[in-house]
């Protein structure tokens, strides 16, 4: 005769003190600390810790503040071939085409398409010098 087990499983939702959230989050902070790693550690979904990251930066925020695109100016010249070469070093652009996003300063660059380094260097640069 086959004993069953009747006991219902109770699915119960965890909850972690602020001391734990605080220290999660103090610990992904260092430099080298990985959110997956740290939460992995911990037992926690990764995606708990971005959360309760993301709620943290919003209790900082003052109420009421909207963050607000900032435009830099661009002008666009057609390198004359010999500043090319130097500026490039030996590297063309890269033939593949794709997106690179940067954040910096409070200033959001995308560059889609073909993507050639000095032109990247050039808006890092000028993003160093407005930040």
């Known amino acids: 005769m086959q004993e069953s087990n009747s006991s219902p499983v109770i699915a119960t939702k965890r909850r972690h003190s602020a001391a734990f959230k605080r ?3 103090e610990l992904i902070e260092q430099p080298g600390a990985s959110v997956a790693g740290v939460a992995l550690e ?3 979904n990764a995606n708990l810790v971005f959360k309760w990251r993301r709620a943290k930066r ?3 925020r003052p109420a009421g503040t909207v963050r607000q695109t900032v435009l830099l100016p661009v002008t666009v010249v057609e390198p004359e071939e010999s500043l090319l070469a130097s500026a490039l070093g030996g590297h063309a652009a890269i033939d593949k085409e794709g997106v690179i996003e940067i954040e910096m300063g409070g200033a959001r660059v995308v ?3 073909r993507i050639n380094p000095a032109s990247v260097r050039s808006v890092l640069m000028a993003l160093r010098e407005t930040a």
């Open 23 to 25: 220290k999660l989050l």
């Open 111 to 113: 560059l889609r398409g």
């Open 58 to 60: 919003e209790r900082k």
């Open 42 to 44: 911990h037992g926690v």
